[in-house]
């Protein structure tokens, strides 16, 4: 199946820093988004990309769809204690079907 | 507004049992997917339901299998229980339209022994 490669795979920040973690493809892909999974909960959709070049914000995330399709990134600002998670990207292909990345596990350190 | 349900939470069985878990949708949506989420790693794709068909199905085996009913709400079966199938199992809903914004539910965690 496809693989989504994210990086980086865990980050230890001070409350207030900014977050930048991205998620490469071999592939090319319809849709990007963006999910947050907090322990035992199912992840949650934060953020979904729809074009090449897509800029989209969500409060403090920043998130783009990449000019190759092959890519996207996230950028969280002024980082707070209720960020922390896993965070995973999810690519659509024209078959209807999402492929996740590994994810980035983030902690944000008060 | 109730999200999405899945029931058991948690789910115990031995190597060649059948397991069967369960969906409800976000009221209003029509469409069903199901994913393995091994520890540690991100949501497999298994299948999507809609109008009670399997409309998408991901590099998964015939053991597992699964049926939407008519309110939408949707089981998962897996047969022949490995070792290798103990995971989350989630379930997301989406709209047919939107199917891009789907809404997860909390998952089942499956253990084979």
């Known amino acids: 199946g496809q693989q989504l490669n994210q990086s980086p795979q865990s980050m230890f920040i001070q409350e207030g820093e900014d977050v930048s973690m991205n998620c490469t493809s071999s592939s090319i892909f319809n849709t990007w988004l963006w999910y947050k999974q907090d322990p035992g909960e199912g992840p949650v959709l934060l953020i979904a990309?729809?074009?090449?070049?897509e800029l989209t914000s969500n409060g403090r995330l920043t998130a783009q769809f990449g000019i190759t399709r092959k890519d996207s990134f996230l950028n969280i600002s002024a980082s707070i204690p209720s960020d922390v998670g896993i965070y995973f990207c999810?690519?659509?292909?024209?078959?209807?079907?999402?492929?996740f990345g590994t994810g980035t596990s983030l902690t944000v350190i008060p | 507004d109730a999200g999405v349900t899945q029931s058991p939470t948690h789910l115990i069985k031995t190597r060649g049992q059948q397991v069967t878990l369960r969906c409800s949708p976000k009221s209003g949506h029509d469409t069903v997917s199901w994913y393995q989420q091994a520890l540690g790693q991100g949501p497999q794709f298994i299948f999507q339901?809609?109008?009670?068909?399997?409309?998408q199905r991901g590099n998964f085996p015939d053991r597992f299998s699964g049926h939407q009913f008519p309110n939408y709400s949707s089981e998962l079966n897996v047969n022949a229980l490995l070792l290798g199938d103990s995971a989350l199992y989630l379930c997301?809903?989406?709209?047919?339209?939107?199917?891009?914004?789907?809404?997860f539910g909390p998952g089942t965690r499956l253990t084979v022994l």
């Open positions: 999810a690519g659509e292909n024209t078959g209807n079907q999402f492929y």
């Open positions: 990309l729809y074009k090449a070049g």
């Open positions: 339901y809609y109008e009670e068909e399997e409309r």
């Open positions: 997301a809903s989406s709209f047919a339209e939107l199917y891009n914004e789907q809404f």
